[in-house]
């Protein structure tokens, strides 16, 4: 039972899509993020059929692509861009460490994470597009668990910037060693299913996920000292633009 309560509470917390309601408990928190990938794959599997729908009905390319762009933000609520775009804000502020970790925390945005998210979608657009066979979209499809036992295993690893806060909280409190080893699992599934679909998609979207989680970590030390919870949301979105250019890339090998 604890585990499908921490089941609810992941779906809860990091997507939109309705669950039963219940009490909170903290021992129903230790495991969450063992279900954080979940989240991704209902994502990726809902970018799969959306193809499917498309090919079958005959829906257009660009509704295609646009609808599937969107499909990872209805699914979240905008959850990890709300992250992205504070950590764009603090990253071009140029400031101190400690004002940084204030702007990360300022419910406002600037004008420079603005244009990033616009950036943003036009380079994940630009990838999305040029990937038209059914394998390397399953790669992409892919990333989206890929991301986030990435994501989690960030939250368990690399120290926390602010040593508070909800996703301190959860980290500090959760089962380490059963959180991370879920974790591992799921990375190396995924990375597996990954590699068995093609060739030059999988190795490539692979090599880029695990290059960008270097180098948000790197990142993240140095500007910030850790990780926070809008940081973790960033490196999801950039983890995904990774695969996504790296599988459209790959799958022309």
């Known amino acids: 039972m604890k585990w499908v309560r921490s089941c609810g509470i992941a779906f809860s917390m990091y997507s939109r899509i309705p ?127 890929i991301s986030r036992c990435l994501s989690g295993i960030g939250v368990m690893t690399i120290p926390n910037a602010r040593g508070g806060g909800m996703l301190w909280a959860m980290s500090s409190h959760a089962e380490k060693q059963t959180v991370l080893a879920a974790l591992y699992v799921q990375f190396g599934l995924a990375g597996a299913a990954m590699l068995a679909c093609g060739s030059g998609a999988g190795v490539l979207a692979l090599a880029a996920a695990v290059g960008s989680f270097v180098f948000y970590r790197r990142r993240c030390e140095r500007e910030f000292g850790g990780i926070t919870g809008d940081t973790a949301g960033y490196f999801v979105l950039l983890c995904e633009l990774a695969v996504t250019i790296a599988a459209a890339i790959g799958g022309r090998f």
Not at 33 to 54: K, S
Not at 99 to 127: P, Q, T
């Open 19 to 145: 669950m039963p309601q219940f009490d909170w408990r903290e021992e129903d928190q230790r495991l969450v993020l063992c279900f954080f990938p979940w989240v991704g794959a209902v994502i990726g599997l809902g970018l799969m059929l959306w193809r499917w729908i498309c090919l079958r009905l005959g829906i257009g390319f660009l509704a295609y692509l646009l609808a599937g762009t969107a499909l990872p933000v209805l699914v979240t609520g905008g959850f990890h861009v709300d992250g992205f775009l504070d950590t764009m804000d603090a990253l071009h502020s140029y400031q101190s460490r400690e004002r940084k970790l204030e702007i990360l925390k300022d419910s406002h945005i600037g004008a420079f994470s603005v244009i990033m998210l616009l950036v943003y979608y036009l380079l994940y657009l630009a990838g999305f597009s040029e990937i038209r066979d059914f394998r390397s979209t399953a790669v992409m499809a892919l990333g989206f668990v």
